[in-house]
């Protein structure tokens, strides 16, 4: 009985907790890179352009990942 | 004498366009519209007197090109990359172009917003920066370079060469396509969530419809937020070839 209850609850499109879970690691990632990026630039105000640009590369990166999940929640529906 | 009637087409025909030709949809008509306004405007700009100070489209083309060389080349490729100019300010200009017709009225539709043309951009640079590497280093020497990074110890290049294979020759050209792809298609999907969230508020019961000032002030807010995710996937995509072809044509080891 506590299965049918569990799996009653479940049912339904389930393709949104993936990209829940894929962005749990990215936010985090993201968060550290602009947070060491505003510690460089205050650190040293001459260098921020590079800071800067640096900081957006790695948040490219690292949303890309993040990304993957989110068109692969299409992918798993649009089957 | 009468005159007919004018007959309007419904309202939905701006917004859905029908196809020109077989295959030819909307996004072909927002692709040829991008890479014709760059055209004409470089075209133009290129008309100056290049002795005098720049005015008017002229000082525009050039705010251009000095963005994407100091920005961009001077960045990610040093000094003797100044020479991929053309190249980076044509791909900048046509992604921006086709990623801000996701919020002009009538087309409302970004075109990198379906995998084909991103796709092909990363296909493209894929082909660049092996043929760079290829030309300045050889076949061989550009396969030792890429895949076996010096300065490991002799074990650990049965491990790292099928990650730096994978990540070289594979994952950069599908995360680029990806990356720019899925930010707009990302964008454009909550655009129009909150437009039709805003549609169906306002058509339904008389105690609902205060909170389409809500989801309205949130469509305001995401169209302010596409043109900057608009201007950055343009300027990360531009910076991310610029790598690549710097690190095929200068490996840094």
Redesign the interface.
């Known amino acids: 009985m506590l299965s049918s209850i569990l799996a009653a609850g479940v049912t339904g499109d389930v393709a949104g907790i993936t990209y829940g879970l894929a962005a749990i690691g990215p936010g985090a990632g993201i968060g550290y890179i602009v947070g060491k990026a505003i510690e460089a630039m205050a650190r040293q105000p001459e260098a921020a352009g590079?800071a800067r640009?640096t900081m957006?590369?790695g948040i490219?990166?690292t949303?890309?990942l993040a990304?993957?999940g989110?068109?692969l929640v299409f992918l798993v529906k649009g089957n | 004498m009468i005159i007919a009637k004018l007959v309007f087409p419904p309202l939905s025909h701006i917004l859905n366009w029908k196809n020109i030709a077989p295959g030819f949809n909307k996004i072909g008509v927002i692709a040829i519209l991008a890479a014709g306004i760059t055209l004409l405007v470089f075209a133009m700009a290129s008309k100056g007197d290049p002795l005098t100070a720049p005015k008017g489209i002229r000082n525009f083309g050039e705010t251009i090109v000095e963005f994407i060389q100091n920005n961009v080349i001077m960045q990610t490729m040093g000094r003797d990359g100044l020479g991929w100019t053309p190249f980076l300010t044509t791909t900048f200009c046509f992604v921006f172009l086709m990623n801000i017709s996701g919020i002009i009225p009538t087309f409302q539709m970004p075109g990198n917003a379906r995998m084909a043309t991103p796709l092909f951009l990363a296909l493209i640079v894929w082909f660049i920066y092996n043929a760079v590497g290829i030309k300045h280093q050889g076949f061989g020497g550009y396969m030792k370079s890429s895949l076996f990074p010096p300065g490991l110890p002799k074990p650990l290049y049965l491990l790292v060469t099928p990650i730096e294979f994978v990540s070289n020759f594979l994952v950069r050209p599908f995360s680029l396509a990806i990356r720019l792809f899925a930010n707009l298609m990302a964008g454009h999907i909550l655009l129009f969530t909150f437009a039709l969230m805003t549609d169906s508020l306002l058509k339904s019961v008389a105690w609902l419809k205060p909170v389409a000032v809500l989801t309205v002030a949130m469509l305001i807010f995401l169209t302010a937020f596409e043109v900057l995710v608009a201007f950055l996937q343009a300027y990360i995509f531009s910076m991310l070839t610029a790598v690549y072809i710097g690190s095929s044509a200068h490996p840094e080891h």
Request: charged content about 10%; glycine content about 0%; hydrophobic content about 85%.
């Open positions: 590079m640009t957006f590369l490219a990166f949303e890309a990304l993957f989110f068109v």
